[in-house]
């Protein structure tokens, strides 16, 4: 496994066909901040913009980020970042006066 510069020997290994990586040492290098909360075997991961909470068994991931700006209201209905799209797997770009989202 190469992070930037480091190279973690015999730190990778597949379950069920997915490559399993240490969390602390790549999240750590990738600018995470990381929290073990032994009761609930639940870490937590964030770098100030984006947080995950991550639990040992279960397959289910969610994270939350904070893309600059709030919701708000105005007059014709509520807006909201156009990078929050590109989050949710669109191509957002910016070329001048126009913005495609697609």
Do not use: C
Not at 15 to 25: F, I
Not at 62 to 67: K, P, R
């Amino acid at each position: 496994l190469l992070l930037d510069d480091m190279v973690f020997t015999d730190k990778l290994h597949y379950t069920n066909g997915k490559a399993m990586v240490p969390v602390r040492a790549v999240a750590e290098e990738l600018g995470f901040d990381v929290k073990w909360e032994a009761a609930k075997q639940t870490i937590h991961l964030t770098n100030g913009k984006i947080q995950t909470n991550l639990t040992v068994g279960k397959d289910s991931y969610y994270y939350s980020t904070a893309v600059t700006a709030a919701p708000e209201w105005r007059q014709d209905g509520i807006y909201v970042p156009a990078d929050l799209f590109d989050m949710l797997g669109a191509t957002v770009t910016i070329d001048g006066d126009t913005m495609e989202i697609k």
